[in-house]
């Protein structure tokens, strides 16, 4: 191989173009090796890091970690067999994990699991349990419901930027 006069070597156009699809192959490996560890070290995208209503008598009880009972929360309705509920996941739970930071504000109930009778809270909210649904619930009290994916979205939004009238 030939140098140059300051003693570097010449290096070929072949050499170089490999150097260069190696340093690409390194750098994709690395950017998805980075994304999954990330991936796996998120934890708001996974329903068991929410504290869940267990069953239907409690929907209009709810406690924070002392004990203390809660006056102004989210309950978000979905089941394991829900599509809808299954398509906006990741979008649900990220802004429920944002609605968590301060205080104890969203809450989950799995309708596939969920103990006690349905009724108790399908004479409060007037309706049938569908899924996916949001039940605001207001000084205690039950105030509205939800249902559907691109509603249940839209409001979660509105409560997380502060522009939902009865949480302002």
């Known amino acids: 191989m030939a140098t140059y006069k300051k003693g570097f070597k010449k290096q070929n156009s ?5 150097k260069t699809i190696v340093v690409i192959i390194v750098s994709v490996i690395l950017i998805v ?22 069953n239907y008598s409690d929907v209009f009880n709810m406690k924070d970690e002392n004990g203390e009972e809660i006056s102004d ?22 802004i429920g994990n944002k609605l968590n930071r301060g205080d104890d ?8 699991n969920i103990e006690g009778d349905s009724n108790l809270l399908i004479n409060v909210i007037d309706s049938s349990i569908v899924t996916p649904m949001i039940i605001i619930v207001k000084n ?3 105030y509205e419901k939800f249902t559907g994916s691109t509603l ?10 502060s522009t939902y009238e009865p949480y302002n």
């Open 140 to 142: 205690g009290e039950y």
């Open 33 to 54: 090796a980075v994304a999954f560890v990330y991936d796996s070290l998120t934890k708001w995208k996974n329903y068991d890091n929410y504290q869940t209503v267990n």
């Open 152 to 161: 249940v979205l839209s409001i979660l939004e509105s409560i997380q930027k």
């Open 14 to 18: 072949e050499l170089l173009l490999l």
């Open 73 to 94: 929360y989210v309950i978000y309705l979905y089941s394991n067999t829900c599509e809808s509920c299954d398509r906006i996941k990741n979008d649900v739970l990220k």
């Open 105 to 112: 504000m969203f809450f989950l109930l799995n309708t596939s």
